[in-house]
């Protein structure tokens, strides 16, 4: 299955910049589906960056967090071709890992 | 050759010690700490009011500042998806949040800063409805924010 993470981060001399887009429904537990019944809670709680054995970011979200969400950031310390890992839970415990090359 | 169960004293003494530190560390401090913590603030998401939900996550209240520019749109057609973003000339942030005064739960988002990463983040956030957008920064153990109006024209939450 492909990865549910896609993530571009490039080096620009000391800064690296990262933009992640994951594929999650983020519902929040107050929509109803076509047939009125409550579609559960499901979203990603935290999110994080980490890179050189050390986190550069991590995210603690709630449910008013778009759909597929997106968040840019950017940190110093790293160079082209380091390894980034991202990884993401959820409230149901589902999670994905993903690890990208700096560019 | 005593030199030696003595030094192995030592280092079990200096691992008690330590032990006896992290044991520490763990209690449960005051909310005030609860940004520091690693752990999911499940809590402060949870409740529905801003000022609650700001209290429950950094057991403080923030001061406006002009030093944490917030940029979002003055109209958004689609309340599921409003790119968010922040933005400050602050030294030594450790955290930004994001809460939406008039969503069912007022925190959206929350973001640790460990040292070496920019002050600064973009995001898309869901709004129910027009309502007040707060970012808020901790640096330096002081929490600064702005806030800024956004027009809504469609809800973010189905229905």
Redesign the interface.
């Known amino acids: 299955m492909a990865s549910s993470i896609r993530v571009r981060a490039t080096s620009n001399g000391d ?1 690296t910049e990262v933009q992640t887009l994951i594929q999650h429904p983020m519902d ?1 537990g ?3 589906d076509a047939k009125g019944e409550l579609i559960p809670a499901h979203f990603i ?2 999110l994080t960056f980490e890179c050189n054995g ?14 597929d ?9 790293a160079r082209k071709g380091d390894d980034l890992k991202i990884s993401w839970t959820d409230n149901k415990g589902g999670s994905d890992t993903i690890t990208a090359k700096i560019a | 050759m005593t030199p030696r169960p003595l030094a192995t004293r030592r280092l079990i003494l200096q691992g008690a010690a330590s032990v006896a530190l992290l044991g520490l560390g763990n209690l449960p401090f005051a909310p005030a700490r609860a940004a520091a913590n690693d752990k999911y603030p499940e809590q402060a998401f949870k409740l529905k009011n801003e000022a609650d939900a700001i209290k429950a996550l950094y057991g403080r209240t923030a001061e406006p500042s002009d030093k944490v520019k917030l940029d979002a749109p003055e109209i958004a057609e689609n309340g599921g998806v409003v790119p968010i973003s922040v933005t400050t000339t602050l030294d030594k942030v450790t955290s930004i949040s994001f809460f939406v005064a008039e969503n069912p739960n007022a925190l959206a988002a929350s973001y640790r800063i460990p040292d070496g990463t920019i002050p600064g983040v973009a995001n898309r956030l869901k709004m129910a409805k027009t309502t007040n957008v707060t970012a808020i920064v901790e640096a330096d153990g002081k929490l600064y924010s702005a806030t800024k109006e956004v027009k809504v024209t469609v809800g973010g939450c189905g229905g």
């Open positions: 800064i929040t107050l929509v109803k709680q935290q050390k986190d550069v970011f991590v995210a603690d979200w709630g449910t008013a967090v778009s759909k969400p997106y968040v840019k950031f950017s940190f110093k310390g």
